[in-house]
């Protein structure tokens, strides 16, 4: 079994080498540890620091692409090159390396598609107060948009099996982990979360330039994720809200009306046919954008076969290896028996 263990860079030449230095050199049930950086256009060493370390492959972007779209280049390297497993950690340290163990042990036992590791964020002394709550809040919201049980959406600390980072598209360019979250809900992938633990902060975090734009971001990244994969959800819960205020105002109207005040109130009755009229149009919006998801099912899962055979005759794997599926021949397994019982018959 093989493991790959990437780590996204921007300029983090000063703090690159701890971060190496750091990771495990053999993991029990894992046969092989390679170490993969990945250059999202950085300006400064980080090529060279990451070559002088000795890792044993750097994809290098020309230009800075954002972080999701290093982790997408990222699976697909691993891939390419064989990878059962991939871990994802930072370049700044912030995780403790010794927790890999932790977080691949799941997928090797075969209990996990996805393992995240769990910060103890009420205990991290650089998280500010805002932040821890909106970190739990941020989670909360995930859970309930992926209807997963993931107590640290945030954390890019979390491994792969072969089967998920095949399965793996993320479409937004700012970050990776809450929409690969829903995705996997989605999916019906099973995920866990199990606890690490966190180094002391080497440099402030690069994701976001202030709190508001990390809020608004991460929600725009989860109505987005919520919208594509489950536009029905979405749209008919707004539709049945915006419909029934409509209906209560209708009523209102009504009421006066035969109380012979409707004359009164007529806006009143403009304002309830225009709620009606707008969850008609979202409920609409909501069994067309279900039609869409379908067809961007089978379009995914065409995808996911495409890459899986470009991906496993790349590096030699075997579909049965690591597949959930498992096709029994009953008839073929009877006739096997049935040859071998003729056979014996005319030896004796």
Not at 18 to 33: F, R, S
Not at 186 to 200: D, L
Request: charged share 25%; glycine share 8%; hydrophobic share 40%.
């Amino acid at each position: 079994m093989k493991l790959i263990i990437q780590i996204p860079c921007y300029n983090e030449a000063e703090t690159l080498t701890i971060a190496l230095n750091a990771l495990p050199k053999h993991i029990d049930g894992i046969d092989e540890i390679e170490y993969l950086v990945i250059d999202d256009g950085s300006k400064d060493d980080t090529e060279r620091v990451a070559r002088e370390w000795g890792v044993n492959y750097i994809v290098k972007q020309r230009r800075n692409k954002g972080l999701a779209k290093g982790f997408m280049k990222g699976l697909d390297f691993c891939l390419k090159n064989g990878a059962d497993i991939i871990v994802n950690t930072d370049a700044d340290n912030q995780y403790v390396a010794d927790d890999i163990e932790k977080i691949v042990r799941p997928i090797i036992e075969k209990k996990a598609h996805i393992v995240i590791g769990e910060r103890p964020i009420d205990e991290t002394e650089h998280f500010s107060p805002l932040k821890k709550k909106l970190q739990h809040f941020g989670s909360w919201v995930v859970r309930k948009a992926s209807g997963t049980d993931i107590p640290d959406a945030p954390s890019g600390f979390r491994a792969f099996s072969r089967q998920a980072a095949l399965k793996m598209y993320v479409i937004n360019e700012y970050t990776y982990t809450l929409e690969t979250i829903v995705q996997a809900g989605q999916e019906k992938m099973t995920i866990m979360s199990v606890p690490i633990r966190t180094n002391p902060e080497l440099r402030e975090s690069r994701l976001f330039k202030s709190m508001g734009g990390y809020v608004r971001r991460s929600m725009m990244t989860i109505i987005r994720a919520t919208l594509v994969y489950k536009p029905l959800k979405f749209f008919m819960t707004l539709g049945l809200i915006l419909g029934g205020i409509g209906v209560g105002f209708y009523i209102r109207y009504l009421v006066f009306y035969f109380m012979g005040l409707g004359a009164g109130h007529t806006q009143g009755l403009i304002f309830a046919s225009t709620l009606i009229i707008l969850g008609f149009i979202s409920i609409i919006a909501g069994l067309l954008g279900d039609l869409f998801s379908a067809n961007r099912k089978l379009l995914q899962e065409v995808r996911y076969h495409n890459r899986k055979r470009e991906f496993d005759a790349a590096c030699g794997k075997d579909p049965k290896d690591y597949e959930d599926i498992e096709f029994i021949n009953i008839k073929k397994e009877k006739d096997i028996q049935k040859d071998t019982s003729d056979e014996t018959d005319i030896n004796t």
